[in-house]
């Protein structure tokens, strides 16, 4: 089945396929074509260009696109989406005056949602999940990361990413799932921390290797949480059996987990709102993706990640949600690059940019996704008449989104 849209306002995102990620001034650049078409057949995007070289082309069907705008979809490479309850309770207290690091020093936090799900059962996991995911995609992510973390036991850490792999066989965009086992200590570890990373090491990760569970391993590297050795004592367990690192550094404090990442060859490091000259350095010379999670710096009121510093500095990075129930609980990725525009001082391009094609590799799938580029799947956006690729950013609330396109098909709204 070949479909032919036609009169597309702008063809936003047009890459060569070999384009995996961009840098520094590089993503400021958004190629974009006016009055363009595109070409897909089955899942595939096969061609596309400028209307008036379009000469006459066979398909079986044309959808005329006058006014509109073509994206590809957003790339979250950043959720904890499987989680047993929302935490409006902790939200009201941080309102009132205590801090994110208060709240979980009594019990509440991470500890809290752990907690919650170890109880329940993995049947209605995957409902509510599957839930946020369809909603997720009505607002145009068309590829997503998924970490584990709740569970902070071999079980509960076992139900978190069978879930995910459900939710893999259930949904036709491109899901990866991050084993994040050392998300805190839990509390019958309190007293002997060494045990439970030694539970991470021996148990869970060749266990969850066995089970083909997860690609990427995860840890929070931050004061309270995991020290920096032991964040690279769990990497490279996790290397052993394969599993990549994508790693939760310097949300609070700069404690040496960059500098672990990049030595442990991180697809990414990710939060970043401190940031040393160091580790902009060490950032600076390697092929990690840094990840900034804007939505988490809004509902916590925190610093954002210095994306200027960043992106001056030639180090390449995506955006991405962070949903999770404690410090984001959303996972609007439209509002994510509208954040970054506004907060972070992105421009357009380069929030754009962040959100799809380094989200990709952040994904480690700029091959298949990201950008509008012959031979990668289908997955893009439809928007409502709107102005300009700017009035994404720009309408901050607003749904421009009119259709969602994944693996070639249009999904069901609403
Ligand atoms: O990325 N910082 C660590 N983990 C999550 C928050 C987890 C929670 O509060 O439940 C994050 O912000
Ligand atoms: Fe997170």
Redesign the pocket.
């Known amino acids: 089945m070949t479909t032919l849209f036609i009169n597309i306002k702008e063809l936003v995102q047009v890459r060569e396929l070999d384009v995996m990620k961009v840098s520094g001034k590089n993503m400021s650049i958004l190629p974009i074509i006016k009055n363009a078409f595109l070409i897909i057949k089955d899942n595939i995007i096969v061609d596309f260009g400028s209307m008036n070289k379009l000469g006459i082309k066979k398909s079986d069907k044309v959808v005329d696109l006058t006014g509109k705008l073509v994206l590809p979809t957003w790339c979250d490479s950043h959720t ?1 989406l499987v989680f047993a309850d929302t935490r409006e309770e902790e939200f009201v207290n941080r309102i009132k005056g205590l801090t994110y690091q208060e709240i979980a020093k009594r019990g509440g ?2 500890l809290n ?1 752990a907690k919650k799900l170890q109880i329940k059962p993995e049947i209605e996991l995957f409902d509510d999940a599957e839930k946020r995911l369809k909603e997720l995609i009505q607002n145009g992510t068309g590829a997503i990361e998924i970490k584990s973390g709740y569970g902070l036991s071999l079980e509960s850490e076992l139900k978190i990413l069978r879930v995910i792999k459900k939710l893999k066989e259930n949904f036709s965009i491109p899901i990866k799932a991050t084993f994040l086992g050392a ?1 805190a200590i839990p509390i019958k570890y309190k007293e002997k921390r060494a045990d439970y990373i030694q539970l991470i090491i021996d148990k869970m990760i060749p266990e969850i290797a066995k089970e083909k569970l997860a690609d990427y391993i995860d840890v ?1 590297c931050e004061k309270g949480y995991f020290t920096s050795k032991e964040t690279d004592q769990i990497l490279k367990a996790g290397r052993k059996y394969g599993l990549i690192p994508k790693i ?1 550094v310097n ?1 609070f404090n700069s404690i040496g987990g960059v500098k672990v990442g990049v030595k442990n060859n991180a697809l990414s490091v990710d ?1 970043l709102e401190v940031l040393t000259d160091e580790d902009l350095s060490i950032l600076s010379k390697s092929d990690t993706m840094s990840v900034a ?1 804007p939505s ?1 710096s809004f509902f916590l009121g925190i610093p954002y990640t210095n994306a200027r510093k960043l992106i001056d500095a030639n180090v390449p990075m995506a955006i991405a949600s ?1 949903y ?5 609980p959303s996972g609007n990725m439209n509002f994510v690059v509208s954040l970054a525009c506004i907060k972070m001082r992105m421009t357009p391009e380069e929030a754009i940019n962040a959100a799809t094609i380094n989200a990709a590799y952040a994904l480690n799938l700029s091959n298949k996704i990201g950008s509008i580029s012959k031979g990668k799947v289908a997955n893009f956006i439809i928007t409502k008449p709107i102005k300009s690729y700017s009035s994404i950013p720009y309408a901050f609330a607003d749904n421009y989104i009119e259709k969602v396109y994944v693996n070639g098909k249009e999904t069901q709204t609403k």
Do not use: K, M, T, V
């Open positions: 904890h936090g991470i949602s998300h929070f939760h949300q939060h999670l988490c962070d999770n129930p404690g410090s984001s």
